[in-house]
């Protein structure tokens, strides 16, 4: 078996940035009781101005007189932690949770998405996408991953036998080792993995109890790992939040951009899509508005999901300013790709057609596109109808028809046409007190168009018009 890691050092973080435009101003977590604030976590311009973890708040104020501040949020960090891990479950079906990491078993994906060096390129382009920042290391066990990621980015062992040579330099102080046993190993001289794993099992059990050499064993693969298998949730949820008020639909894109992105992402990993979903815009002093979005079939392209809930909450008039957002989905159906030509010969910006009805009918309305099909009536002008939510089929006949149909015949002027097909008698109706008998015919007119006329049956002259074809 082969583990990647993505070990995530800066989670709470990101998960802060990604909500706010990008700037370059300093921005700290921060944590701790009221009178005990310290930081939590800094940003890269805050620890350019000599910020750091763990600092306290006083003398990050005394060192830096302006920066933005927020409160460390552990319910959050861990929302955004498992949006990760159903991420990783597009690229692997064995999924775990660490501290701060996720971990995924790859050999059975690297057919599916190619070579090692392929495959990292593509969580690391995901991952930026997503605007976390990360180290990826792949090793035969998860916890060795899990720790040649914190000291090697990029480190690739692919073999167990020499798993304990790229394990040997690792300091114990970054070998995720149970509390207290590194601090306990410096202090007697051990100061890297290798001296760790060199040492008889039977004298460090007696001192530093079972748990420290379970843990080797995990690391170079002698025990299996306890480590549980993460599975994605069958509903979606994500809220952001904002410390100031935001008055103007327009601004609200950003935040709507992220959460559909994450959204898209988790449908992405759990191969599944989403045909109705909430946006719940939430107020200080009043009750939140609710958008509802809906689709005529399930989807999960990021675009569309962006441009569907865009197109809604443009048409929102709001009652107060809004200080969070809520994204909603409770019900996740199936996917089913569309099917697509294998010689495509569409233009490269050219927009899929879904996109584009869900498009317009987020901008238009809901019934501001409709979608012909037939009826059992043969008469022409009753032949077909229109409907919002008609399921594709196909049409039952292949007879021609005019793209362009007269909402009432008209007289056909000019020279008589030149006849290119038919006739083609239509009799019926007699059943409703509205019967016809008409022979239709396709024509050319003398100014080249190609129409579609009828005259009496067995005649021709009198022509009446009844389309156009294009």
Same mark, same amino acid.
């Given at each position: 078996?082969?583990?990647?890691?993505?070990?995530?050092p800066?989670?709470?973080?990101?998960?802060?940035?990604?909500?706010?435009?990008?700037?370059?101003?300093?921005?700290?977590?921060?944590?701790?009781?009221?009178?005990?604030?310290?930081?939590?976590?800094?940003?890269?311009?805050?620890?350019?101005? /000599?910020?750091?973890?763990?600092?306290?708040?006083?003398?990050?104020?005394?060192?830096?007189?302006?920066f933005?501040?927020?409160?460390?949020?552990?319910?959050?960090e861990?929302?955004?932690?498992?949006?990760?891990?159903?991420?990783?479950?597009?690229?692997?079906?064995?999924?775990?949770?660490?501290?701060?990491?996720?971990?995924?078993?790859?050999?059975?994906?690297?057919?599916?998405?190619?070579?090692?060096?392929?495959?990292?390129?593509?969580?690391?382009?995901?991952?930026?996408?997503? /605007?976390?920042?990360?180290r990826?290391?792949?090793?035969?066990?998860?916890?060795?991953?899990?720790?040649?990621? /914190?000291?090697?980015?990029?480190?690739?062992?692919? %073999?167990?036998? %020499?798993?304990?040579?790229?394990?040997?330099?690792?300091?114990?102080?970054?070998?995720?080792?149970?509390?207290?046993?590194?601090?306990?190993?410096?202090?007697?001289?051990?100061?890297?993995l290798g001296?760790?794993?060199?040492?008889?099992?039977?004298?460090?059990?007696?001192?530093f109890?079972?748990?420290?050499?379970?843990?080797?064993?995990?690391?170079?693969?002698?025990?299996?790992?306890?480590?549980?298998?993460?599975?994605?949730?069958?509903?979606?949820?994500?809220?952001?939040?904002?410390?100031?008020?935001?008055?103007?639909?327009?601004?609200?894109?950003?935040?709507?951009?992220?959460?559909?992105?994450?959204?898209?992402?988790?449908?992405?990993?759990?191969?599944?899509?989403?045909?109705?979903?909430?946006?719940?815009?939430?107020?200080?002093?009043m009750?939140?508005?609710?958008?509802?979005?809906?689709?005529?079939?399930a989807?999960?392209?990021?675009?569309?999901?962006?441009?569907?809930?865009?197109?809604?909450?443009?048409?929102?008039?709001?009652?107060?300013?809004?200080?969070?957002?809520?994204?909603?989905?409770?019900?996740?159906?199936?996917?089913?790709?569309?099917?697509?030509?294998?010689?495509?010969?569409?233009?490269?910006?050219?927009?899929?057609?879904?996109?584009?009805?869900?498009?317009?009918?987020?901008?238009?309305?809901?019934?501001?596109?409709?979608?012909?099909?037939?009826?059992?009536?043969?008469?022409?002008?009753?032949?077909? %109808?229109?409907?919002?939510?008609?399921?594709?089929?196909?049409w039952?006949?292949?007879?021609?028809?005019?793209?362009?149909?007269?909402?009432?015949?008209?007289?056909?002027?000019?020279?008589?046409?030149?006849?290119?097909?038919?006739?083609?008698?239509?009799?019926?109706?007699?059943?409703?007190?509205?019967?016809?008998?008409?022979?239709?015919?396709?024509?050319? %007119?003398?100014q080249?168009?190609?129409a579609?006329?009828?005259?009496?049956?067995?005649k021709? /002259?009198?022509?009446?018009?009844?389309?156009?074809?294009?």
């Open positions: 078996m082969l583990w990647a890691c993505v070990l995530l800066q989670l709470a973080l990101d998960g802060v940035l990604r909500r706010r435009p990008p700037s370059e101003e300093p921005l700290v977590l921060v944590s701790g009781p009221a009178q005990q604030r310290i930081v939590h976590a800094a940003s890269r311009s805050a620890r350019a101005a /000599g910020l750091y973890r763990g600092q306290s708040l006083a003398a990050a104020q005394a060192m830096l007189h302006r933005a501040m927020v409160d460390y949020d552990a319910s959050d861990a929302g955004w932690h498992r949006l990760l891990a159903a991420w990783a479950y597009r690229y692997s079906g064995e999924v775990g949770l660490l501290t701060h990491a996720v971990v995924l078993e790859v050999s059975r994906s690297l057919g599916l998405f190619g070579p090692w060096p392929r495959f990292e390129s593509l969580l690391r382009e995901d991952l930026a996408g997503l /605007g976390f920042r990360h990826i290391a792949l090793a035969p066990t998860p916890q060795a991953a899990y720790v040649l990621a /914190g000291a090697h980015d990029g480190m690739a062992v692919t %073999t167990p036998p %020499t798993l304990r040579s790229a394990l040997a330099p690792v300091a114990v102080a970054h070998a995720r080792l149970p509390d207290g046993a590194a601090h306990a190993l410096s202090s007697m001289g051990i100061r890297t001296q760790l794993l060199a040492m008889p099992r039977a004298g460090l059990q007696r001192r109890g079972a748990d420290l050499v379970l843990q080797l064993d995990r690391l170079v693969g002698e025990q299996p790992s306890s480590m549980e298998s993460f599975r994605p949730s069958d509903a979606f949820e994500l809220r952001m939040e904002w410390a100031h008020e935001i008055e103007h639909v327009e601004a609200l894109m950003f935040p709507l951009r992220r959460l559909t992105g994450d959204l898209s992402a988790y449908l992405a990993g759990r191969d599944g899509g989403v045909q109705r979903f909430e946006v719940v815009l939430e107020h200080r002093n009750p939140a508005t609710r958008v509802p979005v809906g689709m005529l079939a989807a999960r392209d990021a675009a569309l999901l962006f441009d569907c809930a865009r197109g809604r909450l443009e048409r929102v008039a709001l009652p107060q300013p809004v200080v969070a957002m809520q994204l909603l989905a409770p019900d996740l159906p199936p996917f089913v790709p569309a099917g697509r030509d294998l010689f495509d010969a569409r233009l490269a910006n050219a927009m899929p057609l879904d996109q584009l009805r869900e498009r317009l009918r987020s901008r238009l309305g809901e019934h501001a596109v409709q979608r012909l099909h037939r009826t059992v009536d043969p008469r022409p002008e009753r032949a077909q %109808t229109s409907s919002p939510h008609v399921a594709k089929a196909p039952p006949e292949t007879r021609l028809r005019p793209a362009w149909l007269l909402e009432s015949p008209l007289p056909l002027r000019g020279p008589p046409p030149e006849i290119l097909a038919g006739p083609e008698r239509i009799e019926t109706g007699w059943w409703d007190g509205g019967d016809m008998r008409r022979d239709y015919y396709v024509v050319r %007119t003398a080249g168009q190609c579609w006329a009828y005259c009496p049956p067995g021709q /002259g009198a022509w009446m018009l009844h389309g156009w074809f294009a």
